[in-house]
């Protein structure tokens, strides 16, 4: 069945993407306003704005799964895109839209359940005989069997949300004498986040690399895989940057990874698009850790390098339709680099940033993709994701991407706002990343500095100040202040004159 409506059920760049596609595809998109955000540029895009009646029973309008899906069936919207966060991974989502005749652009409520919880994803990639990393078997109970467990596999371990993802639930445990405190602390988390307090626990690898595959199921059986992407740049388990392909595989790793992907998924039944996600040791032993059942927010990397694009396969697939190509037909070309430019103070241990964007200047060139839901004058509020942009970049190898992206990087402008960039210029002239020496530690082990110092800062600073003083001191001559006035000025002028020198 053509699908020629879809209500976006949520915002932001994520929003902005799927407009994109359908738009081209013919399709009308609508979507949802927030009170929140009554200015935001996924707004002005859409064939339609819909509000949705305050319901106090949730914290979002993006999360009210009633409310979104008796919005498509009034206005007789054929199919809803959950893009990623917000409902994208909600089993009930999925559930009631099937139950209502609507067009889930996603996996079946059963898969997305399955996958999301973990202990039932652990267990089907045991019976199909797929690498996990030792821990328990399932849900552990209480403190008491998390330090058996803990004693039996060695530490350090790490503790993790049954119903988890993105860091949140999750605890590294290195001597029994922590084990109390952090299992409540992960316990607490997790039931906030997921309203689930159920753990796991595994053994902790040092420096692993977080390698994850895009797959692709259909509703014929058939999946493939479109290769690899690498996550290891992280903070708190949360990921700032991505590259395609990854420096640690070679042709041989790669097949054995994506075949590994491809069972893990046919096992799970799954269609449409989703991300098999391993831990990758630097004996180059890889295990199972989680699947993602959604389109990633590092998708775009992967369209880069295979020259496809990914929501439109979603649709496609969601329309019934067979993937369009097989594994023999994909081929990975050139390197792609994603930053996630958040809203975020660096040297204040990242915190978010909020405001108004006074001026923006994105970078362009046939290389570089922005995938964004802002512009000039948008305000950024703490009521949503620090994130504002995706920088994606292309070349045709990993040091001329890393190359381009640092130019891109110096082209973009945003007044208003402390951003990510200077961290991702750190990262990109860091020797180690350069050498492709990377993990999910690297940025407390490899990181002196997380902002990038330009050569000439610190004297266009003092130049800055020095115009700043001079133009001050002319308008003071030109105030003709009396001299009476010019001995009462304020301590506080002084002293702003005498920082600005």
């Given at each position: 069945m053509k699908i020629k409506s879809i209500l976006i059920a949520n915002r932001g760049e994520i929003a902005v993407r799927i407009m994109k596609t359908a738009k081209r595809l013919g399709i009308?998109?609508?979507?949802?306003?927030?009170?929140?955000?009554?200015?935001?540029?996924?707004?002005?895009?859409?064939?339609?704005?819909?509000?949705?009646?305050?319901?106090?029973?949730?914290?979002s309008e993006f999360l009210d799964i009633e409310g979104i899906v008796a919005l498509a069936k009034e206005k007789k919207i054929m199919a809803i895109h959950p893009g990623y966060g917000f409902l994208a991974e909600n089993p009930d989502f999925a559930r009631r839209c099937k139950e209502e005749n609507i067009i889930f652009i996603g996996p079946s409520h059963e898969v997305i359940y399955n996958m999301g919880q973990k202990t039932i994803a652990k267990k089907i990639a045991t019976e199909t005989g797929i690498p996990l990393i030792p821990g328990s078997d399932g849900e552990v109970k209480n403190v008491n069997d998390a330090i058996k467990i803990a004693k039996k596999i060695g530490y350090?371990?790490?503790?993790?949300?049954?119903?988890?993802?993105?860091?949140?639930?999750?605890?590294?445990?290195?001597?029994?004498?922590?084990?109390e405190k952090l299992f409540k602390q992960a316990s607490?988390?997790?039931?906030?986040?997921?309203?689930?307090?159920?753990?796991?626990?595994?053994?902790?690898?040092?420096?692993?690399?977080?390698?994850?595959f895009q797959v692709f199921g259909d509703k014929f059986g058939n999946v493939i895989h479109l290769g690899e992407r690498e996550c290891s740049i992280q903070r708190r388990h949360q990921k700032l940057f991505e590259e395609a392909p990854s420096v640690a595989l070679d042709e041989k790793l790669r097949k054995k990874m994506g075949d590994t992907a491809i069972k893990m998924a046919k096992a799970a039944k799954y269609e449409n698009a989703g991300t098999v996600e391993f831990l990758l040791d630097k004996d180059k032993k890889f295990y199972f850790m989680e699947m993602n059942t959604r389109i990633q927010v590092e998708h775009p990397v992967t369209e880069m390098i295979t020259h496809t694009d990914l929501v439109?396969?979603?649709?496609?697939?969601?329309?019934?339709?067979?993937?369009p190509f097989t594994q023999n037909n994909v081929n990975l070309e050139g390197w792609a680099i994603e930053c996630r430019i958040n809203?975020?103070?660096?040297?204040?241990?990242?915190?978010?940033?909020?405001?108004?964007?006074?001026?923006?200047?994105?970078?362009?060139?046939?290389?570089?993709?922005?995938?964004?839901?802002?512009?000039?004058?948008?305000?950024i509020t703490s009521d949503f994701d620090s994130m504002i942009a995706k920088l994606i970049v292309y070349g045709d190898t990993r040091n001329k991407a890393i190359q381009n992206t640092l130019k891109a990087l110096n082209q973009f402008k945003i007044k208003g706002l402390k951003t990510t960039v200077p961290f991702f210029k750190a990262v990109l002239n860091n020797k180690a990343f350069v050498k492709g020496n990377i993990s999910t530690d690297f940025i407390e082990k490899e990181l002196d500095d997380l902002c990038y110092r330009e050569p000439e800062e610190e004297m266009l600073a003092a130049l800055l100040a020095?115009?700043?003083?001079?133009?001050?001191?002319?308008?003071?001559?030109?105030?003709?202040?009396?001299?009476?006035?010019?001995?009462?000025?304020?301590?506080?002028?002084?002293?702003?004159?005498?920082?600005?020198?």
């Open positions: 009308k998109t609508y979507v949802i306003k927030s009170r929140k955000d009554a200015n935001a540029l996924y707004l002005d895009l859409a064939d339609d704005v819909f509000e949705i009646p305050e319901n106090p029973a949730v914290a350090p371990v790490i503790i993790k949300a049954v119903a988890g993802g993105g860091g949140r639930g999750m605890r590294i445990v290195e001597k029994a004498s922590e084990m607490s988390e997790a039931e906030k986040a997921f309203n689930n307090p159920a753990l796991f626990v595994e053994k902790y690898l040092y420096k692993p690399r977080h390698v994850e439109e396969m979603q649709i496609k697939i969601a329309e019934g339709e067979k993937l809203a975020e103070d660096v040297q204040s241990n990242f915190s978010p940033n909020t405001g108004i964007i006074d001026l923006l200047v994105l970078p362009k060139g046939t290389n570089i993709r922005i995938d964004t839901g802002i512009q000039e004058r948008s305000a020095t115009v700043d003083y001079h133009a001050e001191a002319t308008s003071y001559k030109e105030s003709n202040l009396e001299p009476d006035r010019r001995k009462n000025i304020s301590a506080w002028v002084l002293n702003k004159r005498m920082k600005s020198l």
